[in-house]
């Protein structure tokens, strides 16, 4: 079996994949700016290797029959997260192209229907555009909500629910989605290189289960146990709401910001297509959170139990 690498290998998403992999008994190359970050695993090849830079991708590339690009960085700075994003995977493409690559698997977002619209949003469409256009074999998928336990956005809302007895829901609670399990999304990613049909694709994947925002966060309350009073808000306030947020859940801003635009709009999948072409049944929101709740608590302490 040829190996496969994995950038982001330190990452949420990263870190997942390459035990999914691993557990299939697929060779993996992991790789990551501190290679000591990565953790040590049986037929696991780790090395360093920097995006932004460039340094390294070309030799961590080579003979690898498969790339998984999980890079997206929303750390501030002077230029902004969109134009480290556009230097990372520019360097990646030509390097892949070196090698001989040609086709890359990506994890996206979903856009709502009338185009991306947060800065977020748009640097994850220009990712996507990038690689399909420089190495035409490549698979895009988008995601909206992965619900799992180290997942930014589902331990976000989680926090809100163990951390307010009264719960502000702005005018985008009524905004819906269709999040997916952790398992899933592994799923699709692992699946990807064995299904030629979503070559030179991007693809939406999704859960079974279209909710609201304000319906999530009120079946993640059910799930953990505890009662929340809604204080529904006629404004979205987007950035003093995520200021808030922000200091409630203990992220950064620039982290809580992006994530919160994007509840400023439906983000549901076009079609159904990724579904037909993987075959993959989704988990039901309920049971993701239950199984993604199941693993938090094997790491750290749920407080609102």
Known sequence: METELVTGATGYVGRRLVDRLRHEGRPVRALARDPSRVEERT?????????????????ALDGCSTAYYLVHSMEPGSNGFESR???AVDNFVRAAR?????????????????????THLRSRLEVEETLLAGLPRSTALRASIVVGAQSSSFRMLVRLVERLRIMPFPAWETHS???????DTLEYLALTPKRPGAEGRSLDIAG????????????????????????RLPLTQTPAASAVVSAVVDQPVELVRPLMESLE???LPRDEQAATIYGVEPLPFDRAVERA?????????????
Do not use: F, K, N
């Open 208 to 231: 079974p289960d279209a909710l609201s925002y304000g319906r999530m966060i009120e079946r993640i309350a059910d799930l953990l146990g505890v009662g929340r009073i809604p204080l």
């Open 177 to 183: 989605t269709r999040p997916i399990a952790e398992r």
């Open 293 to 305: 709740l199941a693993a938090w608590e094997r790491t750290e302490e749920l407080a609102a139990r």
């Open 43 to 59: 037929g696991v090849e780790v090395v360093g290797g920097d995006l932004l830079s460039g340094d390294g991708l070309e030799a």
């Open 85 to 87: 994003d556009r230097r």
């Open 265 to 267: 709009h439906d983000l």
């Open 98 to 118: 070196a090698a001989g690559l040609e086709g890359a698997v990506y994890l996206g977002g979903i856009l709502p229907a009338d185009g991306a619209h947060s």
